[in-house]
């Protein structure tokens, strides 16, 4: 009896044995990374799915003069730019300073809210053009079909972030503070960067 | 949580770095979009230029780097078998277009 006892506790207190996290985490960051990775290849379906539709295509306009790059470039900065101060907030929230990481977080907020002002431009100039969900004056198949779809999944991405980012810095202000609330709002923000750098490579650059 | 303790090692100043890292390889990126070299050539650069942005992102703000490497296996192995399907189909999508149905 005792050995059987011995044994269960031996095979819970392993690495897969179900008594402690095999991946070292806690539960909520945990559940994050899950929803980052199906998240991932949802946007690697869209991404792959826009490949395809590109080898197939006979000739693509050329996106340097059909995008205004320099929107483009400053949007990719103002994205990038917003989620190193997010790491900042997450360091300041393990450091237990609320104080610091509700004013990163707040600019992390400002750098999302320029993108989504850039990115509502973008479309209305893009749609004043002539282009959409079903045809674009370009003539090329699934050119501005897969442009909305692509940025219009990740401008939803960036909107629910700056929601989130929102609730969190509200609430780290209200003292309702947890370091691991702010690490896992900014998971997810760093992963809407990951995927716009995605994006900016391969549909506005290649 | 023992490992998120490794986070407070991280100084400000890493951040910063790695925050101008990848700005420097956000306009790398862009100059090759203006270069008129070959397009396979350019998909490479490119290529390489977003996964070296994604491995400083991954590492350093998400704090992959600190985390057990069960988790970093997690995260990119389904990621890896997209690309494998991907690249099993891709081949066929580079021949000739052509309307006509070839009948035997």
Redesign the interface.
Known sequence: MDASLAEQQRVLASDWGGGKSPFGTSWSKFMMWIFIISDALTFAGFLIAYGFMRMIAPAWPKQTEVFSMPLITFMTFALISSSAVMAMGVGAARAGDPKKAVKFLTLTIIGGTIFLGCQAYEWSHFIHEGATLTSNPWGVAQFAASFFVITGFHGFHVFSGVTILVIVALRAAMGKYSADGVENAGLYWHFVDVVWVFVFAFYYLL | ????HG??V?H?KQ??K??GW??VM??L??G???SPMP?GL??VL??G??LA??VL??S????LKF??M??VL??FS??VL?LI??FI??GE??GS?THTIITH
Request: charged share 10%.
């Open positions: 949580m023992a490992q998120a986070d407070q991280i400000y951040y910063i790695i925050w990848l700005l956000t306009l990126a862009l090759l979009g203006y397009e350019k998909a490119l290529v230029i977003t942005k994604i992102i991954a350093i703000f998400m704090h985390e057990k069960n988790l997690l995260t389904p990621l997209a399907l991907f189909t891709f999508s580079g277009s």
